[in-house]
Structure formats: C-alpha cells, structure tokens
C-alpha cells in the first residue's frame, strides 16, 4: 500500500516542519521527517537554557516522542541526519553518512524545507568565535559555560585590573533575544551570585547591551521599545543605542556611536560577547536556490511564491525562517515575521497546498495572521504589543506584561512535562533568585575561548 | 586577621573535599577549594544522567551555591581551575592558566587531596574511544549520545543486517555501575522507546552485561549477586560472568569465557559499549607520590597512614577515591571501599586529624562506619545489604530493596530543588515509562565514533 502513496520529505522538526507533519500524517501521504537532531527545540526560551535557568530537556523534547501518535497512523518515518544537498532534478534528498550507501539519499514527489536558521556575522565570520550566537541546545551551553566561566576567571585573577574585562557582558542586538540575554545577566550579577564570591563582587559587572538602531526592539511600537529600555535600566543593565560594532576580538568590542552627525569610535574591553544582531538562512537555502533557479534574499532565505512553494519547483515548498515569504492578506503584501507562529502557519499553508496539489485543485496564497508580539526584559519585566480583532491594538508593559508572557510560553511549550518543570522552576527561581542550572558539564578546558 | 591563619587547600569539590570543607569553615583557618568544575556532583545518580532519566542539573550542585553559608563565614575562598602539580618541598600547588602568573599557584601549610579516580582500561588506552567510562557530566552526555543515537543510527541503515550491531549494547564490568546501567538501557529498549520507530523494533535490541568474576556486584553476599543477577536477567538483560574482555574496536568487543578448564573465544558485534569494569585514581596521585615519596597501589591510589596523611608529609592528607586508605577498627585493618560514605568519613576525619595538628594534639587513625551497602537493578528491582547495629545483617532484594534504594537516594542528594526534582522525575517514569531527558545536544557530528 504505502509504495503507491506520493512521497512527502520533510525537511527540519522546528515549528514548521513539525505542524507541517502533523497535518500530512492524516492523509494518504508517505512522509519521511529529517532532522539533523532528535529534538524538537522551543526557541522562545532557549536563552533561559543559556543563561542557566531552565535545563535543556525543559525547553525540548524528543521529536519521536512529540510524534508518537503521528507515527502510530503508520505513514511516517523520522531520520535523524543532516541534508547535505538538494538535488531537484532527480527528486531526491542527499543525506550525509556514506558508510551505508543504501542510506544516504532520499526519493521524493514533494518535498518541504523548513531548516531554519543560523546566525549571521554580516560577513565578518571571524567575529563568530568571540561572540557566540543563541540557536540550538549546544549554542546554550557554550554560552552558559562562558557566562558562569567569567565569574570563575574574575575570582581567579590575582591582579584586580585583570578582573574587569571578565565581569563586563556585552550583548550585541537590541532585538527581543539580546534583550533577554541582557536582562537575565544582568539579574544574575545582581542577585544570583550574591555573596558566593570572596575576591569580586558580581554586582560590581557591566552588562552593555548594544544596538545598531536608534531604539531596541525594533519591530514594536517605539512606546513599548521605551518601555523596555527603561526597564532594562531598571535591572541595572547599560542600554546603548545608535551604535555600529566594527570589531570584536578575543579581548573585547569596538563600535562606533552616532550622535547626530558626529560619530566617535569606542572600545570596550569584555571577555565575554553574546551576538544577537543577525540571522540568515541555513546553507541548505543557497544550495536549492542553485539548484532550483530560485531567488535568495539578502539574508539567505528563498524567495518564494505567494503559495510558498518555487516558482519552477511546485513540488518544492519552503518554510519557516528559511523562507522570504509574503503574506497576502488585504492591501498590499507584507513580509511575514521571523517568530514562531509565522512558521507554524506556513507549516499549515504549505501542507494544506501539497494535498489540495495532489487532489489536483489550485494552492491558496499564504496569509499571516498576527496575534501580537511579545518580549520579556527580565524580572517583572516586558512589553506585550496584541491585536485583537474588534478592539483595535492592547499594549502594555511591567508586571502585567511580564505575567502574561509567563503564561503565553508555558500554553505554548510543548508537553504536559516541560510545562509543569518550567512552572516549577519559574516559581521556584521568583522566590529564591537561584537559578536551576548553573552547572557547566564540560571541564573548562572544553571551551575553547576560556583557557582553564 | 586572614594572613596569620594556617593556610589549608583542599584540592576536588566531591563528598570528600566538600565534607572537610564544610568541618574546616568552623575553624580558625583560611581555606581555599580548588575544583576543575563548577559544580558537586552526586556520582551514585550519574548513570541516570547517561540514560536520559534525568537532567545534569538534577544531579549537581554549583560548588559556591553548596558551600554559600560557608562563604558567610569569611574563610573561604572557591577557585575553579585544575591542579597539574603539587610541590611538595616549597609547599605550593600550581594550577593550571599561564596568562595570569600570579594567579597559578597557591601557598599551603595543610593539604587534603581529594581529586578522586577517573576510568582505568588496564593498560589498554585504546580502548577509551569504543567504551566510554561514566565519571563526570561530560562523560554521561557523551554515553547518552551514543545510546540515543544508536536507535536513530540503526532507524536509517538501509539494510537491515547493518542494523544488529546499532541494536546490540554492552556493558563491561558487574559492579553497581555496570548492573545499572545495564538494567536502565534494557528498560529503554522494552518500554520507553516502544512505538516510536518505523523500520526497527527497540525491543529487538541486546543489552549484554560481561562481568571477569563468576558473579556480578562481587562486593555483595553471594545471595545478593544471585537476586542481582536474577533480577537482571527478568528485565531482559543478557548477564555473561566469568567473560574476560580481550578486545574493543569501533565494531565490537571480544571476550574468553571460562567454563571449568575450557576457554572459549567470543565476539560481540556491537556499536555501543560502555565501560565500568576499572577505575583508578585521577593522575594527580602519581605526581603526588613522585613529590613526596609515597607510595601509589596497582589503581595509582595514594597509600596513607592510619590518619589518612603521607608518611613523610604529615601536613598532606589523601582522602577519598584517591586514597588507599585502611580502616582501623577492631581487629585487622581492612580496605576502605570506595563508596560516597566511605569518602565524606574520610573528609571529616582529615580535617579533624588536621584541626589536632593545630592544636598540638596526636591525630586519630581512620575508622570506616559501614552503613551496608545498595545497588539498583532496574524498575522494582535492588539488592540492600544492612548492618543494622544489635541486629545483625539485613538483606533483602526486590521492590522493597528498591523503594529503599529510592528513598536513600533522594534523603542524601544534596539541595532540596534537586530532591523536589528528582522525586517529581522519577514519579513521572515509573508511571509513564517516559524518560525526561531524551535530548542530545550536541548535532551528531560532534560524537566522534556516530559518524552521522
């Protein structure tokens, strides 16, 4: 039975290639699902994994286990590997590993990627070893080591000068992920270290967290990103806007600051650099772009077709972060935003076109439906920016902002587990300050860029 | 006022290093605790680390949050870095860190050495890259890749004679470790994994358990071994004693199995082998002795005195795994096992054996309290063996060996989030057969033996 079903690969387990599976695993479709982990990762609060609060298992969960009533339907395969190329013209999917010659290559009638993205140096690919950047469970960890690893390297060194480039954090990207990062460091030095160090006092560290741009937050109201740079204040950290970063080295960050038509170069000696500035799509987009005639933007992504699928491929469609996608709603198309539920609806849409194809109907343009945005600062701390139909736009900021993105990612986390160990945890660190993880696996000598 | 105390190092932060910390805080001498990681670790629950049962952070601690009343006291200073010598005439221990010369190396009037054992392949080095050992969180990730990624190896072999050996997993050695991870792995082959693959069936995996005596947990009665073994072997284990390994490569292991006077040679093809059949102590040991003149055994253990200090140094004491140390109790001196009780003992006995010093009186030779000794097999499966004082020995296996196995576990792990954790966790299994923390991190490419 199953050899005569269209064959369907799905590329990637994020939000989109996920709600993609589970809407084509009731349908007379063979599907194989390929990711190049075992997990499916929540994003959203990733940076608590890297910043030590919440452990990786709380913020991800096996994509088998995710998929377990899925699989029992009986028309899907899951394969953990990474894609290695596209090759269109024969349909089919290159897969790595040739030790099984049998293995490494997959057919396909349609096919859907959703691979996502990386970060983007803006061609300084030198900068990436000095300022990490936040995508996946092994980006967290790195910067969790280097994040608790600076404190241990400030209490080590016996000249007190030597101290401060490792209590100063740079963040670099005012957007909603370096805004996290800068607010949850900077509670960190304020009170979750308290009074376990004897020669530094990590309330004496700097957390900078600078942005290109005249405000944070770009993609909200320039009220709400106010909001948001007075909170961050608050907590202590140092917000500077305006500012370009030219150089980071192992030793720090040069940026140059704007301030109306003078411009004055800055150095900041830190040992420690987030990057949250860019991002671009994975290799895989260039490589189908080259394979398939199709467009890629500036960024990486594929441009695609207002159905989502390539022009000249309409067996291929993709998704998700990877893709430049419009929405077609009333008035004129707008670009759908890099957040989580853009790929989930396109997961849909792309699904939703695949089985109109094969019952041989016309595909839908895709429509983005915003809900609103949302961004935590810190302790008590966010900004919420909701459309709801009939009442126009809801903004709110503080408290009320802060609960309501509490509750919005644990509705959202996926599994009645990760939810309940993110409330746990969540209460637990409201009344104690501490934080949950704040054990690095590796001996220091793992990571590269700290030396002990 | 800190100048003129006795200076006091203690070199490793395990039950040994933290309990004499803890007893020497109280006392008029400045301390330093030196430890490569951040964080306590509780060893008897790392093999739930390395079969996904629980997170890292369930069973660690950071060191600075353990010891943060300590840190109240004022004497106490916590340095993560590795200790590469002790010298033992100028009385310094040199650390590790070149770029901070005044930053790497320590003055000390009293030293306890407290660095503990890591694997010992028994002059086969070669054979660490096939059968990873579980001594630290970086070696339970590891271990917890190559289990997880066997399965999804095996899902993408195109023939399915390549799959066997991706589905046959073997643990060498009989001892606690080796019986729990043996009994755990069988249980995520038959229960946790069920349903969730396509092109094989987990339950037609293999867990092979080689032990070199004639019976399993040899540090137990006979009856016990023979509950253990029992047990073991319900669960769906395969239990081969009297195996003595010859060989490790990437594709197997091979063994001779002595029957009477015959010797049979065997091999196993197997993908996943994991080693806890020897364990020595860390190489710090060897570089002491060579400093001081003692005397190191067959396992690279540090032979002391009665009060656990070195013959010619009495200002050095070696506690812990690190030790051969003897107790002193009624009748002949016998080994002390090297299990966390017999360790914390050793801790407060050299930190009292060093307080006397101080004082001018004699020290105390070390006498070890056994408390029996426990094992886990699998789900609803243990061995306890009890010297209840006035009531002699109480044995007993089973469910009830392993309720109390259970309890003992949570009562003794330190911290009280990580016992709400732990117990939460394992509540969560024992009804669902899920285990929390089936996450790999790292992209399989960064497991040098998967390949994929």
């Given at each position: 039975m199953s050899g005569v079903l269209p064959r369907v690969v799905v590329i990637g387990c994020g939000f989109g290639g996920l709600e993609a599976v589970r809407l084509l695993s009731k349908a007379p479709v063979e599907i194989t699902l390929v990711d190049r982990t075992n997990h499916h990762l929540?994003?959203?609060?990733l940076y608590q994994v890297a910043t030590a609060g919440l452990s990786a298992p709380a913020v991800s969960a096996p994509i088998r286990h995710v998929l377990r009533k899925e699989m029992r339907r009986g028309n899907l395969t899951i394969l953990q590997g990474e894609?290695?190329?596209?090759?269109a013209a024969r349909r089919r999917v290159v897969l790595d590993r040739a030790d099984d010659p049998g293995g490494n290559s997959l057919a396909y009638d349609h096919l859907i990627v959703a691979s996502g993205s990386t970060h983007s140096y803006f061609g300084h690919a030198d900068w990436e070893a000095h300022a990490p950047g936040l995508k996946t469970l092994a980006d967290a960890f790195a910067i969790r080591a280097r994040v608790i690893g600076a404190f241990e390297h400030a209490e080590r060194?016996?000249?007190?000068?030597?101290r401060d480039p490792w209590l100063t954090f740079v963040v670099i990207g005012g957007g909603p992920t370096g805004v996290e990062m800068a607010g949850t460091m900077t509670e960190i030095a304020q009170h979750?270290?308290?009074?376990?160090?004897?020669?530094?006092?990590?309330?004496?560290s700097r957390v900078v967290l600078i942005e290109?741009?005249?405000?944070?937050?770009?993609?909200?109201v320039p009220m709400l990103s106010q909001r948001a740079a007075e909170q961050l204040a608050k907590l202590g950290a140092d917000v500077r806007t305006g500012c370009k970063v030219t150089g980071i080295d192992a030793d720090g960050v040069t940026y140059e600051a704007r301030d109306g038509e003078t411009t004055t170069s800055h150095r900041l000696a830190a040992k420690t650099v987030i990057w949250a500035a860019g991002v671009a799509g994975t290799p895989l987009g260039r490589n189908l772009a080259a394979a398939t005639g199709a467009q890629v933007d500036r960024a990486g992504r594929v441009v695609v077709e207002p159905d989502l699928s390539l022009r000249d491929h309409p067996e291929i469609a993709v998704i998700g972060d990877l893709a430049a996608a419009m929405s077609h709603g009333k008035g004129e198309p707008k670009p759908v935003p890099g957040v989580s539920p853009g790929a989930k609806q396109m997961g849909r849409t792309a699904a939703r076109n695949l089985l109109r194809r094969l019952r041989g109907e016309p595909t839908q343009a895709f429509r983005y439906i915003d809900y609103g945005n949302l961004a935590t600062v810190g302790r008590k701390a966010a900004v919420v920016d909701l459309g709801v139909p009939g009442l126009g736009a809801l903004r709110f900021s503080g408290l009320p902002a802060w609960l309501f993105w509490l509750f919005a990612h644990i509705y959202f986390l996926i599994g009645f587990r990760n939810r309940l160990t993110v409330m746990v945890d969540w209460a637990w660190a409201y009344v104690t300050y501490e934080r949950s993880a704040r054990v690095v696996a590796e001996p220091p000598s793992v990571a590269p860029h700290s030396g002990f």
């Open positions: 929540f994003q959203p609060l894609v290695t190329a596209i090759d060194c016996a000249e007190p000068a030597a979750t270290l308290r009074g376990e160090f004897r020669r530094i006092d990590p309330k004496q290109g741009a005249d405000r944070i937050l770009g993609t909200f």
